[in-house]
């Protein structure tokens, strides 16, 4: 069992930047930032992998989003530069150990989630 708990959301202007955190409890192999508004379905934003923290964006975050990590700390960041208002959702960590071949971007692959922060970036 991995608890995740994110934190730095808020609200911005257009342009603007957050980071966001998510502190695990423990190790796992695989961990992500997905993001969801109401009535549409979770969507992957970046993965890392822990082993050679290699990074994985979806197009939408690519050149804008930056994923990271500190194995010491266990804790995983993205930091979002250039922020659009269509950034505007609840951004989620989740961590997992075994991959399904689903890729990184599916959440099926993902058993632990955090809890949420909301990112709001106004016009």
């Known amino acids: 069992q991995v608890r995740l708990v994110e934190s730095g959301g808020g609200s911005v202007q257009a342009g603007g930047s957050l980071r966001l955190s998510c502190a695990a409890s423990g190790y796992s192999n695989y961990m992500a930032w997905f993001r969801q508004v109401p009535g549409k379905e979770r969507e992957g934003v970046a993965a890392?992998?822990?082993?050679?923290?290699?990074?994985h964006y979806a197009d939408s975050a690519k050149g804008r989003f930056t994923i990271s990590q500190d194995n010491a700390k266990n804790t995983v960041y993205l930091q979002m530069n250039s922020l659009k208002p269509e950034d505007t959702a609840k951004y989620y960590c989740?961590?997992?150990?075994?991959?399904?071949?689903?890729?990184?971007?599916?959440?099926?692959?993902?058993?632990?989630w955090g809890q949420g922060t909301q990112v709001t970036v106004s016009s």
């Open positions: 890392i992998s822990a082993a050679d923290g290699s990074p």
């Open positions: 989740a961590a997992g150990f075994q991959s399904r071949g689903l890729g990184l971007m599916n959440s099926a692959e993902y058993a632990f």
